[in-house]
């Protein structure tokens, strides 16, 4: 998301929430996932006390705090800001819907947390997205009937799921498929193993390898990526 669209945003939930008694505003706040604080500090400053929650989130968070907001407290504005920080973001707007349509609760939470840390938590949104994945094979894998050992890590996983699927490269015939769905497998491969290869690195040096926000944001945009390819694929055959 854009600096322009975050400020934006911010811009609009302050405004959103002026209007809120300053006796009420801390609850209110926390109750739409700011940090806490207390009703003397929302009475020095409204709009302080809202600007300074907002400025240590992730765009991400920032985005789902929004959502909140706007339900409870809309505004013009604020839909203005929401449908632009979308259009920011298309591919991640595509994959919340399609996961929280999947599983709301378990998978398209662990998919909002990946997000958020993307930014502000690198290892552990490398481990997010590998759990993300491990989890939506799990749902697939149970609701058609199949089963799992407790110790299967991803790579197994997901040839199970695959296969529940038709997904799985030997399942066709045709060359221009099994090179796509190697090509799922090898990146669903390569996801289950980064966390340990750049985590494993350190005492191999004075600069141990660490993941940067590239590595995360291409971990986390991946896993979501595939974890919709196996929902949609799920869903259509389901139907």
């Given at each position: 998301?854009?600096?322009?669209?975050?400020?934006?945003?911010?811009?609009?939930?302050v405004?959103a929430l002026?209007?809120?008694?300053?006796?009420?505003?801390?609850?209110?706040c926390e109750?739409?996932?700011l940090e806490?604080?207390?009703r003397?500090?929302?009475?020095s400053?409204?709009?302080?006390?809202v600007n300074r929650r907002?400025?240590?989130?992730?765009?991400?968070t920032?985005?789902?705090?929004a959502r909140?907001?706007?339900?409870?407290y809309?505004?013009?504005e604020?839909?203005?800001?929401l449908?632009?920080a979308v259009?920011?973001?298309p591919a991640?707007?595509a994959?919340?819907s399609s996961l929280a349509s999947f599983d709301e609760?378990?998978?398209h939470?662990m998919?909002q947390r990946?997000?958020g840390r993307?930014e502000?938590?690198?290892?552990?949104?490398?481990t997010?997205?590998?759990?993300?994945?491990?989890e939506?094979?799990?749902?697939?894998?149970?609701?058609a009937g199949k089963?799992y050992?407790?110790?299967?890590?991803?790579?197994?996983?997901?040839?199970t799921a695959?296969?529940?699927?038709?997904?799985a490269?030997d399942?066709?015939?045709?060359?221009?498929?099994?090179?796509?769905?190697?090509?799922?497998?090898?990146?669903v491969k390569?996801?289950?193993s980064?966390?340990?290869?750049?985590?494993?690195?350190h005492?191999?040096?004075?600069q141990p390898a660490?993941?940067?926000?590239?590595?995360?944001?291409?971990?986390?945009n991946?896993a979501?990526a595939?974890?919709?390819f196996?929902?949609?694929?799920?869903?259509?055959?389901?139907?």
């Amino acid at each position: 998301m854009q600096k322009s669209v975050t400020a934006t945003l911010r811009t609009a939930i302050v405004n959103a929430l002026y209007p809120v008694s300053a006796n009420l505003l801390a609850d209110v706040c926390e109750a739409m996932g700011l940090e806490p604080g207390t009703r003397s500090e929302a009475f020095s400053s409204k709009q302080q006390y809202v600007n300074r929650r907002l400025m240590k989130l992730s765009p991400e968070t920032l985005l789902d705090v929004a959502r909140k907001v706007h339900e409870e407290y809309p505004t013009v504005e604020m839909e203005q800001a929401l449908q632009r920080a979308v259009q920011s973001q298309p591919a991640d707007g595509a994959i919340s819907s399609s996961l929280a349509s999947f599983d709301e609760s378990g998978v398209h939470t662990m998919w909002q947390r990946a997000l958020g840390r993307r930014e502000s938590d690198p290892e552990g949104a490398l481990t997010l997205a590998r759990t993300l994945l491990e989890e939506v094979c799990k749902h697939i894998i149970e609701a058609a009937g199949k089963s799992y050992g407790d110790k299967d890590e991803l790579p197994r996983l997901y040839r199970t799921a695959a296969e529940c699927l038709n997904m799985a490269p030997d399942q066709h015939t045709e060359d221009i498929f099994k090179r796509i769905l190697g090509g799922c497998q090898t990146v669903v491969k390569g996801l289950g193993s980064i966390r340990n290869k750049l985590s494993d690195a350190h005492g191999k040096g004075r600069q141990p390898a660490r993941p940067s926000t590239r590595h995360a944001a291409l971990a986390v945009n991946l896993a979501g990526a595939m974890a919709t390819f196996l929902v949609e694929t799920w869903n259509e055959r389901r139907a």
